[in-house]
């Protein structure tokens, strides 16, 4: 199979992927769609989440969306307010950095133990990633506007691929939800970055390649430290300019 035939397999796999099967409960259903628009930035940091306005956006009634709202707020993503409803999880500095500690670490043994373990059907993988990563980087830079989807799904199979022959279900089991909770953050950084608001541009492009390079290298201690380096930008970005900071708050909730 050529590169751009086993990039054709991915793309069409990860949408695949997002087909929901027909016995999906309606408090699922609920779940899955409001979790999605917090993840993307489509419903607001900090946002009431108003079942009235829920029932009329989702056309999903009452009983499931607080089933579905009380589940997400298990996930740090809404926070259940004491006779008030739910809101939008505000995002702050203080929950990014720990969450950064937790995946930088999840990432790094998962990291070693794939370029340890992998195969040539991985390294196939690793390479039809990098292969879309960088058109979809280069479109990026180029629009010069915010982060969107198609480059978003390119940044998250980029990653999954470098850590998927690590041969553990619970490691990658963990990275996946810390990914999820870390996108909201990374979004904005990296859409800021693309504006160019700050002195120096931060090249994300350079970075992935970089990145794929050491670990078709096998080159486990380099791979984990251009990873850790590039998770560490993103908090930097975020945390070190006021410029920056925008629904950032501190954890005082």
């Known amino acids: 199979m050529n590169l751009a035939a086993l990039v054709e397999v991915i793309v069409t796999a990860r949408a695949n992927n997002l087909n929901v099967s027909t016995h999906e409960s309606m408090a699922q259903r609920a779940y899955r769609l409001i979790r999605a ?16 306005m829920l029932k009329t956006v989702y056309d999903i009634g009452p009983t499931p969306l607080r089933e579905a709202l009380q589940k997400l707020s298990t ?90 022959a690590c041969g553990s279900k619970w490691l990658l089991q963990m990275r996946d939800q810390l990914q999820d909770m870390c996108e909201r953050y990374r979004r904005s950084s990296i859409s800021q970055s693309n504006k160019k608001t700050v002195n120096g541009n931060r090249d994300v492009g350079e ?35 006021p410029n920056l900071v925008g629904d950032l708050q501190p954890c005082e909730l």
């Open 75 to 164: 996930e740090g993503l809404v926070l259940a307010l004491e006779k008030r409803g739910f809101m939008v999880s505000p995002l702050n500095l203080d929950e990014f950095s720990d969450l950064n500690i937790a995946r930088i670490e999840i990432e790094k043994v998962a990291l070693t133990r794939s370029l340890a373990l992998g195969d040539s059907q991985w390294e196939s993988r690793v390479v039809a990633a990098t292969y879309l990563m960088k058109k979809e980087d280069e479109a990026l830079l180029a629009s010069g506007a915010g982060v969107y989807d198609a480059w978003e799904s390119a940044n998250a199979e980029f990653h999954a691929a470098m850590i998927a």
């Open 207 to 241: 970075e992935h390649a970089a990145i794929s390079d050491a670990v078709l290298s096998r080159n486990s201690e380099l791979a984990c430290q251009l990873t850790e380096s590039h998770y560490m930008k993103t908090l930097s970005r975020l945390g070190g300019n």
């Open 37 to 52: 628009d917090i993840i993307s930035g489509a419903r607001d940091p900090g946002e009431r989440l108003r079942i009235e």
